[in-house]
């Protein structure tokens, strides 16, 4: 497919399908509920989740809705979203992680931190960590350049490229010393403890459940390790009075517009964790998915190598007012949102009722659980055509898909902070990968997603590169 027709839209070959796994059946009890979702909350969702509505149940004692229609995700995660915090199972899964950071703040302590953080995301604060995203993909592509003549492990170079991206963003230095260990802590947490156990799901959260206390452990550690880090970050430099060089300088230096509080270095520590792994997983998993589907569809990837040519000058990315172009960039782009609607990274947001509310003429009491599945959303049979399909095209058209049919980010206020950081990152890796190799698979077998915390491959399949 050229650009050209790309741009244009004409379909004239049967789009690429790629795997998903099968649907569950839609009566299953609730205890085989229970062991699918400890092995993909994906694989436990049965045809009628991707045909209707809403869909109501019983889960543990309480009720359930998923949404999938867009005035009652609305209603949630907008026009009433104060009245909807994170699932006690959410809590006991990401607090260990990100203590009170952003993600897992509620009421007025979230408020405090989001407006406080907010200038540090802006597309205007992004724009200087740019060449940070470029210098550590350059290095990526040089190291999978050095090993081309072999298959590679392109998840674990995306989950490095974007571990080492997060490490630059944020404190200036690589993490050629401590990628290993942040990994490492990341790979244990995501073997067992992100699973959620049958006693989690059932315990209050007020009883810690046998999981709980290991999660606990875990936090010491992974406290003492980010600490380290930051005291890294501060020996190598205050920056008084001049401008701010990362994320960390960002963070450090914001202050809540009405108080004018700084945040303390406990909530520095649990915010500086949050950015680091709400960020740098997501990413690589939207990336390891994007070079998925472009070595399934060549005539696909041929069309992003022809975009990034043609966005080349000098052998780098074209600039406008000394910053990359990133305009010049549409059609890849377009294959970003599309892999993020067919396997977007945040596959689910759950939350919890604090108080009673209607939802579509529905009553809700406190503490029932709304499910709102990007992964369902993006492949509704009502809100998509050919939502199987992989079709980077339908992000051409110049009208934006339907905004509660389309949740990569989220929605609302609680919308994801990075998520223009996040975009410009995958973008500009995607653009810098493509035009650096043509991408196949060595390993022809079907990686299926799982859900776990993140839209996960099954296994890190092998992929030949051969250098443009
Ligand atoms: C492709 C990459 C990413 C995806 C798909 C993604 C997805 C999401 C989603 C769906 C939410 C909303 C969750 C909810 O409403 O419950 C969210 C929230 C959040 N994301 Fe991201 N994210 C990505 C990258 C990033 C990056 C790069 C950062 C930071 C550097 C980040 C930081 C956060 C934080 C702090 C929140 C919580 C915001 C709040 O509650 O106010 N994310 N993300």
């Known amino acids: 497919m050229s650009i050209a027709e790309a741009y244009d839209m004409p379909v004239t070959r049967a789009p690429l399908v790629p795997p998903s796994p099968p649907r569950a059946p839609d009566d299953m009890t609730a205890l085989g509920r229970m062991k699918a979702i400890r092995q993909s909350v994906i694989g436990s969702w049965g045809q009628r989740a991707y045909e209707e509505d809403i869909i109501c149940g019983r889960f543990f004692g309480r009720n359930s809705f998923i949404l ?11 026009d009433n979203y104060e009245n909807y915090t994170r699932t006690p199972v959410g ?18 302590a979230w408020k405090y931190q989001r407006r406080t953080l907010a200038p540090a995301f802006s597309p205007r604060a992004v724009s200087p960590l740019v060449p940070h995203m470029l210098a550590a993909t350059d290095e990526a592509i040089a190291k999978l350049r050095a090993a081309s003549h072999a298959p590679v492990d392109l998840r674990e170079a995306m989950q490095r490229m974007t571990l080492e991206i997060a490490g630059r963003t944020m404190f200036s230095f690589g993490m050629d010393r401590h ?7 990341v790979m244990e947490y995501g073997g067992k403890l992100a699973r959620p156990h049958f006693l989690d799901l059932l315990l209050p959260l007020s009883w810690p459940s046998p999981q709980d206390f290991s999660r606990a452990r875990f936090r010491k550690r992974w406290t003492a390790f980010v600490g380290m880090l930051m005291a890294e970050r501060r020996a190598a430099g205050k920056t008084d009075g001049a401008p701010p060089r990362d994320l960390f300088d960002l963070m450090g230096a914001a202050r809540d517009p009405e108080t004018g509080a700084a945040f303390t270095d406990a909530q520095l520590g649990d915010e500086v964790a949050t950015m680091i792994l709400a960020g740098h997983e997501t990413t690589a998993t939207a990336l390891f998915w994007a070079l998925y589907l472009l070595a399934l569809d060549p005539a696909t990837q041929e069309a992003v190598a022809a975009e990034v040519q043609g966005a080349t000058v ?3 990315l074209a600039t406008v007012n000394g910053a990359v172009d990133i305009e010049r960039l549409k059609f890849t782009r377009a294959v970003v949102e599309e892999t993020m609607r067919l396997y977007p990274p945040a596959f689910l947001i759950a939350r919890a009722a604090s108080g009673p509310d209607t939802i579509a003429g529905m009553p809700v009491k406190k503490r029932d659980v709304v499910l709102i599945a990007p992964w369902l959303l993006h492949r509704h049979e009502k809100l998509w055509r050919d939502p199987n399909a992989f079709m980077p095209s339908r992000f051409m058209t110049g009208t934006p898909p339907d905004r509660f049919a389309y949740l990569p980010f989220g929605v609302g206020p609680r919308v994801c902070i990075g998520a223009h950081f996040a975009l410009v990152e995958a973008v500009l890796a995607l653009a810098k990968l493509i035009g ?10 079907p990686v299926m997603p799982v859900g776990v915390v993140t839209t996960q491959p099954d296994r890190s399949p092998m992929f030949a590169i051969a250098p443009r």
């Open 314 to 316: 000098n052998g780098a």
């Open 91 to 108: 809590f006991r899964v990401l607090r260990p992680l990100v203590g009170g950071g952003l993600l897992t703040a509620e009421g007025r």
């Open 68 to 78: 999938n229609q867009p005035d009652a995700i609305r209603h949630v995660l907008i």
């Open 179 to 185: 990628g290993a260990a942040l990994r490492d802590f």
């Open 436 to 445: 650096a190799f043509h991408v196949s698979m060595v390993d022809k077998a």
